[in-house]
């Protein structure tokens, strides 16, 4: 069962830029503030023992959702995806402070041998990944503020995410030719 609640807040998550969307287009006021926070307390249940470093943005979150139910006001749920990408970017600029850099303790989940020559590289895509999340949280930002509801679910529901796919799978397929060469 808790794997069932874990993989549905997660899509809910990741969907809630649309959630956001159609909920404000289709539901009673409110309504859709109220279900985002009861579902992200539900994911805080759920992952507070097993993911700390992403116990900060779920408050928040659970924080902007109950202040946007309890004010009537649908512009604080716009905010969400800029406390995700201020996290995202505190916890890389965290790990490249502290080592090992976020992206070589990702690769190494699938490469436990990586070379040593191999850490400044992913200390370098770490810093892309940070520069990434600083576009993506001011552009984030200044959707939340200045656009439509419409190009905020655009840029926050795909646009973005597929800036971070093309940076994944992009950086993945460098890696395997950087590792051949350097091998």
Known sequence: ??????????????????????????????????????LLLLRFMVTKQQVKSMTLPILVGIGLTAASFITQRNDWLLFYPVVINLSMLGLFSYSLMNGPSMIERLARLKEPDLPDSAIPYLQTVTKLWCGLFIVNGAVATYTAIATSIEIWTLYNGLIAYLFMGLLLSGEWIYRRFWLKKHE
């Open 1 to 38: 069962m808790r794997l069932i609640l874990q993989i549905m807040t997660t899509l809910v998550i990741i969907a809630y830029p649309v959630a956001v969307y159609f909920g404000l287009q289709y539901l009673p006021p409110g309504t859709i503030a109220l279900l985002l926070c009861l």
